[in-house]
């Protein structure tokens, strides 16, 4: 016989709300990457033709900050990649609504300066009332199992020797004893039977003091107030103070799900030629000509203007490098024929044996490339 394979449930997501929110409200979303250098980058996350619901996210090293229509104005410093702290790979799906598995609380430690991202709230003060109160020895969810045994147990015993359960139960209360009855052979009965049926349940206890609690629930001072009193005390302990009652707040958690959301679509664009292109070495350098730049800003600087006026080796040897640098990209080689023609010139006129030669090969190999 084939055993059958059980798996656990997926957990609720606790903010499933604001979760369904966010993928309804970003469902279009796509990434446009404008600085991609390194650990330094800068990023957009939005919908096409709308800065709704839209958001920015830039990194240096051991920095992430979030700006934008939501998420604006969250710092983030953990580790020197940012991008990987906040990779959620792995556990997608996580929870039963499909949401990956996020530590919104640990990420909210990893807020750089004061900003306070909890509140005081009413849910999590009744909730911890009602979770101290389902775990208390006389009315917590036990007490209350144990009760209801108590009465079924009176109950059979009461019907078996011919007694009524009412009148049972005012000798009990009245005189703390219960009346000698016979017995089953049964540990329940001889255990149980006799034992003191309080007239308010565990349950309806617990039920009157969590009612009570939400009487005093408006401000977290009442509440603590009342935690603290003789009978806060008495019910819960001296270390109420201690209990967090606050939550994380929707904004902040909107900007957990975006970090989330980045990370994703930025794993998918570093697979894309658009990245591979952007981090080739070829693009490291400035084209300048007629005091125009002709390409992005980044070193080493080559002005065209300057080695154009020089008459030596270095200057042509130079003027190879650039010609290597500008073939090397797809959108430099497009769009500065000219150039290319200018700088062989210049290492033709002016360049030792070597590079002459290497700029021989260089054109040979787009000669055989275009009669491909």
Known sequence: MTAVTRTRPAPENPYARIYAEFLEQTKDHVLTVTVDDGLNRQMHVGAPGTNIW???VVTWPNYLVTVGDIADGFVFSRINDMLDFFDCRGSEGYYSDGASCIDAAYWAQKLVGSRDVRHYSEAAFLASVKDHLRDHEDIGDDAQAEYEKIVAIARTVCAR????????????????AAPNLELAADAEELEYFGLPIPEQTPASRAASILADAAFHRDTEQEARDWLSDSEGVELFGPDTWEWDLRELDVHFLYTCFALELTVRLWREYETTPAAVERRDPSRAYVLVEGGVVQNAPLLPVYDMDLLKEQDSVEAAHEALELYERIIKHSEAKQSLPRELK??????RAGGCAEDVQALNKYESTKTKGRAA
């Open 54 to 56: 839209s958001f920015g």
């Open 342 to 347: 200018d700088l062989a010139a210049m290492v």
């Open 161 to 176: 020797n011919g007694v009524d359960f009412e009148e049972y139960l005012t000798e009990l209360r009245s005189s703390g």
